[in-house]
């Protein structure tokens, strides 16, 4: 198709382009790609701490959304598909992570405003926090993702994770009291 198609498609609906996308339409799945990408760039690097791994997780997201477009049954839902992909996928990356001190960076002064004692109590409450929200069950974890990191709002999670409105109020309430509960020394 000549490369005006992109912005022929641009208005297209998700579904058709998801639909096109699945016939092999490459210049549907660049649409697709274009639309909801920076979305969920943010969502990753929020997710992630890192863009240059985010980047990674939501390249490796597009290519395994491009092998099974064929199984999305419901074109119009394709943003909640790739957004849980993609959450997944941020999942197992901070699951398998090892974090190591960088040695060349031992010599470097720490700036006078971030003392290293406030640095690595920091890091210790981020990584409290992570383990924390590892121990809450999958529902309430991906709420409380999706409300805090990805800054949606309560309709959009529930059509995001095809529940009610009021179980994701329920999800984050129950969540955020876990949260609270494991962090309590960190208050």
Do not use: N
Not at 162 to 169: L, N, W
């Amino acid at each position: 198709m000549p490369r005006s198609s992109v912005s022929e498609l641009w208005e297209a609906a998700d579904g058709l382009l998801a639909g096109r996308a699945a016939d092999g339409d490459t210049v549907a799945f660049e649409v697709l790609v274009r639309r909801h990408g920076p979305l969920m760039r943010a969502y990753a690097a929020r997710m992630l701490g890192s863009t240059d791994e985010s980047d990674d997780v939501v390249q490796e997201t597009f290519v395994t959304a491009w092998r099974r477009l064929g199984e999305l049954d419901e074109g119009a839902a394709v943003k909640s598909w790739l957004m849980r992909i993609l959450s997944r996928r941020c999942i197992d990356r901070i699951r398998v992570r090892h974090e190591h001190d960088d040695i060349s960076e031992l010599d470097a002064p720490a700036p006078a405003r971030e003392e290293p004692s406030r640095l690595a109590e920091t890091h210790s409450a981020t990584e409290a926090l992570g383990a924390a929200l590892d121990r809450l069950p999958e529902l309430q974890r991906r709420c409380w993702v999706l409300r805090e990191v990805g800054q949606y709002s309560y309709d959009d999670i529930a059509e995001e994770l095809g529940i009610p409105a009021s179980t994701v109020r329920g999800q984050l309430a129950r969540g955020r009291k876990r949260l609270l509960e494991a962090m309590e020394d960190w208050r």
